[in-house]
T-cell receptor, first 113, second 111 residues
Framework: EAQVTQNPRYLITVTGKKLTVTCSQN?????MSWYRQDPGLGLRQIYY?????VTDKGDVPEGYKVSRKEKRNFPLILESPSPNQTSLYFC???WGQGGQPQHFGDGTRLSIL | TQLLEQSPQFLSIQEGENLTVYCNSS?????LQWYRQEPGEGPVLLVT?????EVKKLKRLTFQFGDARKDSSLHITAAQPGDTGLYLC???????????FGTGTRLQVTL
């Protein structure tokens, strides 16, 4: 079954404690992306990757890092989380360029206290 | 700046009613996608429209792309409780690095 898998699904943590949200896709997609979803603000792109070792900033990259060492994995790293990063996060993938239809994971709800 | 405006933001209707959701922009898009998101899940693609004036039907859902490719609409006929969810439009621009998402329309259909 084609899918994008995120872990963890839920996480409550404290300010400053480094965390990583993993994302893996089994569709051999070139393009992967991270979004955050906040009430009234919709889906905003954090980082994206066109292919292995190719990453770039989206609309709201501050406070986040990513890496793309393998085609299937695209982890999101919060080196020093802060309360304003409390949000619902989605990983997505697609073939080709970023304007193509996206396959989304089921989301990770992060609460930073 | 939000490039894609959706209206209405919220819609609560009874089963059997018809409704239309609008997605408007001042920008031209090469494609327009509609997604539905249910609680606890990620958005799921419903349809992609790519040609100005294009109409696509998915059972009781009818999607239309504006002639100038700046706007789109989603019409649901005889809504059912299973249609409840957040509807998102998203515009793509050819080889652009990302989609531009609208803020969404939250639909609730009650018995």
């Amino acid at each position: 079954e084609a899918q994008v898998t995120q872990n963890p699904r839920y996480l409550i943590t404290v300010t400053g404690k480094k965390l990583t949200v993993t994302c893996s896709q089994n569709m051999n997609h070139e393009y992967m992306s991270w979004y955050r979803q906040d009430p009234g603000l919709g889906l905003r792109q954090i980082y994206y990757s066109m292919n292995v070792e190719v990453t770039d900033k989206g609309d709201v990259p501050e406070g986040y890092k990513v890496s793309r060492k393998e085609k299937r994995n695209f982890p999101l790293i919060l080196e020093s989380p802060s309360p304003n990063q409390t949000s619902l996060y989605f990983c997505a993938s697609s073939w080709g360029q970023g304007g193509q239809p996206q396959h989304f994971g089921d989301g990770t709800r992060l609460s930073i206290l | 700046t939000q490039l894609l405006e959706q209206s209405p933001q919220f819609l609560s209707i009874q089963e059997g009613e018809n409704l239309t959701v609008y997605c408007n922009s001042s920008s031209v898009f090469s494609s327009l996608q509609w997604y539905r998101q249910e609680p606890g899940e990620g958005p799921v693609l419903l349809v992609t429209v790519v040609t100005g004036g294009e109409v696509k039907k998915l059972k009781r859902l009818t999607f239309q792309f504006g002639d100038a490719r700046k706007d789109s609409s989603l019409h649901i006929t005889a809504a059912q409780p299973g249609d409840t969810g957040l509807y998102l439009c998203a515009g793509g621009k050819g080889t652009a690095s990302k989609l531009t998402f609208g803020t969404g329309t939250r639909l609730q259909v009650t018995l």
